[in-house]
């Protein structure tokens, strides 16, 4: 079998959440690039009309929805919408996620008051794992719903190497998302293996995306992460394109439960 062959996604039907920048448009620009028609699916409509309308520029099969991943109602309405279109569902990455803010450790190195565990409050709680967990867990529903009678599928969750390890200046709900959806990849690719459905995910290390505002590209915040990672760098969001393409091809076939680390090597820790 060739290269073109075990890597190809030609014509499947693909649904990114959270696809509008960052991680998720890369993954959904890495399937159209290879041919898949792809709908993108973001909260944020003014970001996503702006990504449809550059993909489309090139020639790409993209095009947007509005969808919120915290409401099952929106997700549904949005699968549904495709299915009626389209016929099937391929492919589906679950990416929507947003940064909790700081932890215990605020950004000049002193203790964080608002971000001390007693002072978690019930509303960033549920507001946050609504996005970062309850997302996961809808867009897996809703894929299961819809790849169970056609006897196949590709499932990508986006977790992050947070569900591996802590650290003091990210906030508390998102690793604790993190870790939860993690287990929840693995717990829906036990189930959904008797049904040809794949379910694996991506974890990612530190990227130049738009989460917290983009607080990667701060010049300051980017120094202290390049300087904890054995390459001196952070990444690109087309470095996950190949990854990405990876794991919704048949070149992943015989993989599924499994969660893949790309962070360079932070998680060795820095070697000089």
């Not at 990405?244 to 091809?249: G, K, M, P």
């Amino acid at each position: 079998m060739s290269v073109t062959q075990l890597f190809d996604v030609r014509n499947q039907v693909c649904i990114v959440t959270g696809g509008a920048s960052g991680i998720g448009l890369a993954c959904g620009e890495a399937m159209a690039e290879n041919g898949a028609r792809v709908f993108l699916g973001d909260v944020d409509s003014r970001r996503l009309d702006f990504a449809v309308e550059r993909l489309c520029s090139r020639g790409l099969k993209v095009e947007g929805r509005v969808l919120d991943v915290s409401s099952r109602a929106s997700v549904a309405s949005v699968f549904d919408e495709v299915l009626e279109l389209t016929g099937r569902l391929d492919v589906v990455f679950a990416n929507a996620g947003v940064d909790v803010g700081e932890g215990f450790i605020a950004r000049d190195g002193s203790r964080s008051v608002e971000g001390a565990l007693e002072n978690i409050t019930e509303q960033h709680w549920r507001k946050y794992l609504g996005i970062n967990l309850d997302g996961v867990l809808h867009t897996l529903q809703e894929a299961a719903r819809h790849m169970k009678p056609q006897g196949s599928g590709k499932i990508i969750v986006t977790t992050s190497i947070a569900s591996l390890c802590n650290v003091g200046g990210v906030g508390t709900s998102y690793f604790a998302a993190k870790a939860a959806a993690s287990h929840l990849m693995r717990q829906a690719a036990l189930e959904l293996a008797r049904y040809n459905i794949q379910v694996n995910a991506i974890a990612p290390g530190a990227f130049a995306t738009n989460i917290a505002n983009g607080h990667v590209r701060d010049p300051e915040f980017r120094r202290l992460l390049e300087s904890s990672n054995p390459q001196h760098r952070v990444a690109d969001p087309e470095e996950i394109k190949g990854l990405a393409l990876l794991l919704a091809s048949g070149a992943s076939s015989f993989i599924t439960g499994t969660e893949i680390v790309i962070d360079g090597g932070s998680l060795l820790g820095p070697a000089d």
